[in-house]
């Protein structure tokens, strides 16, 4: 991404009052297609028309049954009660490999807030997740991988280190000694439904479609504000 490129979406940002910040990043340096390889969300065409049909039902009945959802104005687990509820943030580099490190960073995040202790900083393998949940770099969704640590739990990272290529199945011998499983997950889509399931019980796994503008971004709160979708034919970008 060229400089003239960073300024275009700082104008844009600028003007359409979006209050973000934007400039040279780690992903700008990169070319077209080592970006693409971090997309790594797996969504069709067809999928994301049912999803967007699901969310206006959910809308529309929550409206029509005077569904109230309750949540403060802004929550943030980094910061409750004076401690940091979510674990460190890592690089998945150039594998599609978000969907394992966005579940995985749930999963740790709300074993904390299970357990009640934000000093746990548990590191669960993403590679277990994702290879050995039948995954390659060219992608994952999340409904198999939160099958997957619901049937089979992760174990820590030391069991199977993630490494951003392909890999075999290669994890511990004791691997059954030392999962974390979830007792089950389910989809919410109605965007307050959302925000008080984390206000009340904590972080969500969520995707979401990215522009090239995104990969400039460097602050705030980012909305869209130029440029073209990134890979919606075959995925799209991921976190929490």
């Not at 992903?27 to 971090?38: E, G, Q, V």
């Not at 280190?161 to 994890?171: E, H, I, L, S």
């Given at each position: 991404?060229?400089?003239?490129?960073?300024?275009?979406?700082?104008?844009?940002?600028?003007?359409?009052?979006?209050?973000?910040?934007?400039?040279?990043?780690?992903?700008?340096?990169?070319?077209?297609?080592?970006?693409?390889?971090?997309?790594?969300?797996?969504?069709?065409?067809?999928?994301?028309?049912?999803?967007?049909?699901?969310?206006?039902?959910?809308?529309?009945?929550?409206?029509?049954?005077?569904?109230?959802?309750?949540?403060?104005?802004?929550w943030d687990w980094r910061s409750v009660a004076g401690r940091d509820w979510t674990t460190s943030i890592k690089d998945q580099k150039g594998c599609g490999a978000c969907v394992s490190f966005a579940t995985t960073a749930v999963v740790e995040s709300n074993l904390e807030i299970f357990r009640r202790n934000p000093y746990l900083e548990p590191d669960l393998s993403e590679a277990d997740l994702f290879f050995c949940g039948g995954a390659k770099c060219t992608g994952w969704s999340f409904e198999p991988a939160l099958n997957?640590?619901?049937?089979?739990?992760?174990?820590?990272?030391?069991?199977?280190?993630?490494?951003?290529?392909?890999?075999?199945?290669?994890?511990c011998s004791d691997r059954a000694k030392r999962i974390i499983k979830i007792q089950g997950w389910r989809k919410i889509l109605n965007e307050s439904q959302a925000k008080e399931w984390i206000y009340r019980h904590g972080p969500l796994v969520s995707g979401m479609a990215v522009f090239d503008d995104f990969f400039s971004y460097r602050g705030g709160v980012y909305r869209h504000a130029r440029g073209r979708p990134e890979g919606l034919s075959r995925d799209s970008g991921c976190g929490i």
């Open positions: 991404m060229s400089l003239d490129e960073i300024k275009a979406i700082r104008a844009a940002v600028s003007d359409k009052g979006l209050g973000w910040s934007a400039g040279a990043t780690s992903m700008t340096k990169l070319s077209d297609a080592d970006r693409a390889k971090y997309l790594g969300l797996l969504v069709d065409a067809e999928e994301m028309k049912a999803m967007k049909a699901a969310l206006a039902h959910e809308d529309a009945l929550a409206a029509s049954e005077g569904i109230a959802f309750s949540y403060p104005s802004s997957y640590v619901r049937d089979r739990g992760i174990p820590d990272d030391a069991c199977f280190p993630y490494k951003d290529q392909d890999q075999p199945c290669k994890t």
